[in-house]
């Protein structure tokens, strides 16, 4: 997922963004240690993914905050 489609999304999208590449992620873990996946990279890109949604997501809450 690309930097400027996260920033486009909603705190309440990102949340919930994160916590479906959460599970994803740990679905392809539990697929790659049973069988070995056909691109093992995109164990790689959905952790980048889940950073970039955290980082955004913790950037915005910071941002809040120092409005207050």
Same mark, same amino acid.
């Given at each position: 997922m &690309?930097?400027?489609?996260?920033?486009? %999304?909603?705190t *309440?999208?990102?949340?919930?963004? #994160?916590?479906?590449?959460?599970a /994803? %992620? $740990? +679905? @392809?873990?539990?697929?790659? #240690? /049973?069988?070995?996946?056909e *691109?093992? @990279?995109? /164990?790689?890109?959905?952790?980048? !993914?889940? $950073?970039?949604?955290? #980082?955004?997501? !913790?950037?915005? /809450?910071?941002?809040?905050?120092? &409005? +207050?």
């Open positions: &690309k930097q400027s489609v996260i920033n486009e %999304l909603s *309440n999208e990102l949340r919930e963004k #994160t916590t479906d590449e959460q /994803i %992620l $740990a +679905k @392809m873990k539990l697929t790659h #240690t /049973i069988s070995p996946l *691109n093992p @990279m995109k /164990i790689k890109g959905s952790r980048r !993914t889940i $950073a970039r949604l955290k #980082t955004e997501l !913790t950037r915005r /809450i910071k941002l809040e905050a120092s &409005k +207050k």
